[in-house]
Protein backbone atom coordinates (compact mmCIF):
# COMPACT_ATOMS: atom_id res chain seq x y z
CA UNK A 1 0.00 0.00 0.00
CA UNK A 2 1.42 3.28 -0.91
CA UNK A 3 1.94 5.70 1.56
CA UNK A 4 -0.69 8.14 0.77
CA UNK A 5 -3.29 5.79 1.05
CA UNK A 6 -2.00 5.12 4.71
CA UNK A 7 -2.36 8.53 4.89
CA UNK A 8 -5.37 8.72 3.24
CA UNK A 9 -7.28 5.63 5.32
CA UNK A 10 -5.20 7.33 8.83
CA UNK A 11 -7.04 10.76 8.49
CA UNK A 12 -10.49 8.42 7.50
CA UNK A 13 -10.28 6.84 10.82
CA UNK A 14 -9.53 9.91 13.15
CA UNK A 15 -12.84 11.36 10.74
CA UNK A 16 -10.99 13.47 9.19
CA UNK A 17 -13.19 13.19 6.18
CA UNK A 18 -12.17 16.76 4.58
CA UNK A 19 -8.47 15.81 4.49
CA UNK A 20 -8.74 12.22 3.42
CA UNK A 21 -11.03 13.20 0.32
CA UNK A 22 -8.76 15.67 -0.51
CA UNK A 23 -5.74 12.99 -0.15
CA UNK A 24 -7.60 10.43 -2.59
CA UNK A 25 -8.11 12.98 -5.16
CA UNK A 26 -4.81 13.30 -5.63
CA UNK A 27 -4.65 9.16 -5.65
CA UNK A 28 -7.65 9.71 -7.94
CA UNK A 29 -5.95 11.56 -10.52
CA UNK A 30 -2.81 9.42 -10.70
CA UNK A 31 -4.49 6.23 -10.94
CA UNK A 32 -4.86 3.96 -13.50
CA UNK A 33 -8.09 3.05 -15.29
CA UNK A 34 -8.67 -0.12 -13.39
CA UNK A 35 -8.40 1.28 -9.85
CA UNK A 36 -10.48 4.62 -11.02
CA UNK A 37 -13.85 3.54 -9.54
CA UNK A 38 -12.05 2.45 -6.33
CA UNK A 39 -10.80 5.50 -5.66
CA UNK A 40 -14.20 7.16 -6.39
CA UNK A 41 -16.00 4.86 -3.93
CA UNK A 42 -13.53 6.36 -1.14
CA UNK A 43 -13.93 10.16 -2.32
CA UNK A 44 -17.92 9.44 -2.32
CA UNK A 45 -17.39 7.87 1.35
CA UNK A 46 -15.12 10.95 2.25
CA UNK A 47 -17.50 13.35 1.15
CA UNK A 48 -21.14 11.27 2.86
CA UNK A 49 -19.88 11.23 6.18
CA UNK A 50 -18.22 14.99 6.36
CA UNK A 51 -22.04 15.73 5.84
CA UNK A 52 -23.55 13.53 7.37
CA UNK A 53 -21.09 13.82 10.53
CA UNK A 54 -19.90 17.41 10.24
CA UNK A 55 -22.85 19.34 8.78
CA UNK A 56 -25.79 17.03 9.50
CA UNK A 57 -26.55 16.24 6.37
CA UNK A 58 -29.18 13.31 5.61
CA UNK A 59 -30.21 12.45 2.37
CA UNK A 60 -27.39 13.89 0.38
CA UNK A 61 -25.07 12.09 2.52
CA UNK A 62 -27.25 9.28 2.57
CA UNK A 63 -27.19 9.40 -1.45
CA UNK A 64 -23.64 9.12 -0.95
CA UNK A 65 -22.43 6.24 0.52
CA UNK A 66 -24.96 4.34 -1.55
CA UNK A 67 -23.01 5.32 -4.28
CA UNK A 68 -20.08 4.42 -3.18
CA UNK A 69 -21.36 1.11 -1.86
CA UNK A 70 -21.98 0.54 -5.37
CA UNK A 71 -18.74 1.15 -6.46
CA UNK A 72 -17.77 -0.88 -3.77
CA UNK A 73 -19.26 -3.81 -4.70
CA UNK A 74 -16.95 -4.99 -7.28
CA UNK A 75 -13.49 -4.69 -5.50
CA UNK A 76 -14.65 -7.32 -2.79
CA UNK A 77 -13.21 -8.61 -0.50
CA UNK A 78 -9.92 -6.34 -1.08
CA UNK A 79 -8.13 -4.21 -3.38
CA UNK A 80 -5.00 -1.67 -2.64
CA UNK A 81 -4.63 -3.61 0.66
CA UNK A 82 -8.34 -2.71 2.28
CA UNK A 83 -10.27 -5.00 3.39
CA UNK A 84 -13.48 -3.18 1.15
CA UNK A 85 -15.52 -6.85 2.41
CA UNK A 86 -15.59 -5.36 6.07
CA UNK A 87 -16.13 -1.94 5.12
CA UNK A 88 -18.95 -2.26 2.52
CA UNK A 89 -20.80 -4.40 5.59
CA UNK A 90 -20.07 -1.80 8.17
CA UNK A 91 -20.90 1.10 5.97
CA UNK A 92 -24.38 -1.07 5.00
CA UNK A 93 -24.78 -1.54 8.87
CA UNK A 94 -24.40 2.23 9.68
CA UNK A 95 -26.29 3.44 6.86
CA UNK A 96 -29.49 1.13 8.61
CA UNK A 97 -28.50 2.07 12.01
CA UNK A 98 -28.84 5.94 11.16
CA UNK A 99 -32.29 5.85 10.23
CA UNK A 100 -33.90 8.44 12.19
CA UNK A 101 -30.68 9.92 14.56
CA UNK A 102 -31.82 12.78 14.09
CA UNK A 103 -31.01 14.62 17.54
CA UNK A 104 -27.35 16.18 18.86
CA UNK A 105 -27.12 12.71 20.72
CA UNK A 106 -28.21 10.54 17.53
CA UNK A 107 -25.62 12.71 15.70
CA UNK A 108 -22.87 12.16 18.23
CA UNK A 109 -23.71 8.05 18.25
CA UNK A 110 -23.33 8.33 14.56
CA UNK A 111 -19.95 9.61 14.71
CA UNK A 112 -18.90 7.25 17.55
CA UNK A 113 -20.09 4.17 15.22
CA UNK A 114 -18.99 5.30 12.34
CA UNK A 115 -17.47 2.66 10.13
CA UNK A 116 -13.52 2.52 9.74
CA UNK A 117 -11.13 1.25 6.83
CA UNK A 118 -9.38 -1.58 7.89
CA UNK A 119 -6.35 -3.10 6.15
CA UNK A 120 -6.32 -6.36 4.61
CA UNK A 121 -4.21 -8.97 6.55
CA UNK A 122 -1.34 -10.06 4.81
CA UNK A 123 -1.15 -14.34 4.59
Not at 4 to 23: D, T
Not at 55 to 72: D, E, I, P, V
Not at 93 to 119: C, M, V, Y
Request: hydrophobic share 35%; with cysteine; charged share 35%.
Amino acid sequence: MNTKLKEAVRLFNKHEYFACHEIIEDLWREAPSEDKMFYEALIRLCTGFHLRLNRGGTQGSKNLLTQALMRLEDHRPSHLGIDVARLYSEIDSHNREDQGHKSAFGRLRTRWKAPRIHLKEKR
